[in-house]
């Protein structure tokens, strides 16, 4: 590296350092490490009114530490990511999260929200499984193919509908925007939101392949902070 692409370096680094010395900046980042979100929910999760959030965005993308896109359901909708690259090991996803089993969910259960169980499965002892808030019949034959590709286990049969499947105590992973939305407008209980394109749009078996990779490393690191909460028995409670 020659000095004056040194300099650049340091210089763009500088500029980074200097957009998370804020701190409602830093919350934003915290906020969008393990998914992404729209700036509406970004401002009711961390009270944030959305003139603010506005401005913090653009600080945030004027340094390339967030990228936005429309949603594949609600067009007129529009979510924020993280650009890891940028962060390196700055970024931390804070405190664990705590759930007695990880539910994916998409709109028809049968691609990305069964893959992303495989994935889990490998990954974590925590237990998961999928549903979809419109249940196709069958699991798609190109999630089938890429699973069999990848020497993935796709261990449910059919895809299932959320509202048999969802409980309390369950963590809310939708990896798709039409589900996010749909859970947003009636119950709030999308946790997570990885908004991943859908590749039975695509048909083609690079974009499962790719769904699988980005799944891979979204659930590498959720898979890392989310632990089964410990429950403490009335005899093992101190009584000092």
């Known amino acids: 590296m020659n000095a004056e692409s040194g300099a650049r370096d340091v210089e763009r680094r500088a500029a980074i350092h200097a957009a998370l010395g804020d701190a409602g ?3 934003i980042v915290d906020a969008l490490s393990i998914g992404e979100a729209s700036p509406g929910e970004l401002g009711e999760r961390l009270g944030m009114p959305s003139n603010l959030i506005a401005h913090h965005l653009r600080v945030l993308d004027g340094v390339g530490l967030v990228a936005r896109h429309r949603s594949e359901g609600d ?37 990305r929200s069964q893959l992303a169980v495989a994935l889990w499965n490998d990954a974590s002892t925590v237990p998961a499984t999928s549903a979809g808030t419109d249940p196709a019949s069958e699991v ?15 261990v449910q049969a059919r895809p299932q509908h959320l509202d048999a499947v969802l409980a309390p105590s369950d963590l809310v992973v939708t990896v798709c925007d039409n589900a996010h939305e749909h859970l947003a407008d009636h119950d709030g209980r999308s946790a997570v939101h990885w908004s991943i394109p859908d590749p039975v749009r695509d048909g083609d ?36």
């Not at 970024?91 to 664990?96: Q, T, W």
């Not at 798609?140 to 796709?154: E, Q």
């Open 140 to 154: 798609h034959p190109g999630a089938v193919a890429a699973a069999r590709r990848r020497h993935l286990s796709l």
């Open 75 to 111: 067009r007129r909708r529009t979510y924020v990511a993280l650009v890891r690259e940028r962060l390196g090991d700055l970024c931390a996803l804070g405190a664990p999260l705590t759930a007695q089993r990880v539910v994916f969910v998409c709109t028809q259960n049968s691609a």
């Open 205 to 240: 078996p690079a974009a499962f392949d790719g769904v699988v990779d980005d799944l891979s490393d979204r659930i590498a690191r959720l898979s890392s902070s989310v632990r089964v909460p410990t429950t403490t028995h009335p005899e093992e409670r101190s009584t000092s």
């Open 25 to 27: 900046r830093l919350a």
